[in-house]
């Protein structure tokens, strides 16, 4: 069955750093998503992805974010200088379809950043 | 403000029995609804979801039901098995507050004893 997948699964950063976590959606998936999840708490949506272009974003998403889609496979969120509320796990996903025509997300097992 | 909340934090069932985890919702625009399954260190795994215009969908020993005259949204898992245990979110779509992306609820964690 198709998954997505994410790299690295954990990512220990200093504060101030840049980091780059990677994503790779199922193949046949047009639109693409990040959200994020701070240790016990919700999953909160960050920003979704199409046509090679921010289609929605939240408030958490500010100019320290960036997504970008590098090439045909790989979906990539970077965090220009990572602060310590910046710890949470990250998970990509990615769907057929809008949320509006049945297109469910699926998301990637996650990567776990940690910002010292 | 408006929130996807949960009932119960933590449902302990046994092994074989059938487990309902509740989920209210509090957007009457809320068009659309997820729920997922988590278990520990992985992603959110789709499940079933609904659109608003049901109130009711069956899957593979899964059900979910929708009650919007109360905001209300349920999972039924028949036959639960240890590897039912995991967190369960809800999620929805709301058609006023972002074209594509989901909001979840808290989550209940299932705990599944033999």
């Known amino acids: 069955e198709p998954e997505v997948t994410q790299t690295p699964s954990h990512q220990v950063t200093q504060m101030g750093q840049e980091v780059i976590l990677r994503c790779v959606p199922i193949?046949?998936?047009?639109?693409f998503y990040w959200y994020r999840q701070i240790l016990g708490q919700k999953v909160e949506f960050l920003v979704s992805f199409y046509n090679n272009e921010i289609s929605e974003k939240s408030e958490i998403f500010d100019d320290q974010f960036s997504v970008e889609r590098p090439d045909g496979s790989n979906f990539t969120l970077k965090i220009r200088s990572t602060k310590l509320e910046d710890s949470a796990m990250y998970f990509c996903?990615?769907?057929?379809?809008?949320?509006?025509?049945?297109?469910?997300?699926?998301f990637g097992p996650g990567t776990r950043l940690l910002v010292l | 403000g408006e929130s996807v909340g949960l009932h119960l934090p933590t449902l302990s069932v046994q092994e074989g029995d059938n487990s309902i985890i509740n989920c209210a919702y509090s957007?009457?625009?809320?068009?659309?609804f997820i729920w997922y399954k988590q278990e520990s260190g992985k992603g959110p795994q789709f499940i079933i979801d609904i659109r608003s215009n049901m109130d009711k969908r069956q899957g593979q020993r899964v059900t979910v039901l929708l009650n919007k005259t109360v905001k209300h949204l349920s999972l039924q898992i028949a036959a639960t098995q240890p590897g039912d245990s995991a967190v369960y979110f809800c999620?929805?779509?709301?058609?006023?507050?972002?074209?594509?992306?989901?909001?979840f609820g808290a989550g209940t964690r299932l705990a599944v004893h033999p």
């Open positions: 957007n009457s625009a809320s068009d659309y």
């Open positions: 193949s046949n998936h047009l639109y």
């Open positions: 996903a990615s769907s057929e379809a809008l949320l509006a025509d049945g297109g469910s997300q699926y």
């Open positions: 999620a929805e779509r709301r058609r006023s507050g972002g074209y594509n992306k989901l909001i």
